[in-house]
């Protein structure tokens, strides 16, 4: 999955916490979260960054949710980064690794659908 697929795709999802998240599709959406809150910041436009979030949350967070589904994983193991570093560094961890091969109990693999 290319850049513009999966930030198209994300936004498209954006309420739909149901199937899986290719690792593609999940670092391409974080870095365009990035790269434009990092523009937002440069250029200094306070009310504009903070719709960004608003706009960006439900996204970012079914995003999230389906790349746990990608894991084998319950949705809810994302409010594990309510917990300082230990949740983000084992997000990191989750979030690099291969999702499941084949369909799980959350839908089909993503990389067999779009293949």
């Not at 498209?12 to 899986?20: A, L, S, T, V, Y």
């Not at 670092?27 to 990035?34: A, C, G, Q, R, S």
């Amino acid at each position: 999955m290319d850049f513009a697929t999966a930030v198209k795709k994300c936004f498209k999802d954006f309420i739909n916490p149901n199937g899986r998240a290719s690792r593609s599709e999940f670092w391409w959406f974080t870095l365009f979260n990035f790269i434009c809150n990092f523009v937002l910041g440069i250029i200094s436009i306070g009310s504009l960054s903070i719709l960004f979030s608003i706009v960006i949350f439900l996204p970012g967070l079914m995003v999230t949710i389906r790349r746990h589904h990608d894991g084998n994983r319950s949705g809810w193991w994302t409010l594990l980064l309510f917990i300082p570093l230990i949740g983000l560094l084992v997000h990191i961890y989750w979030f690099i690794q291969p999702g499941t091969v084949g369909p799980n109990e959350y839908g089909e693999d993503p990389l067999s659908v779009s293949a």
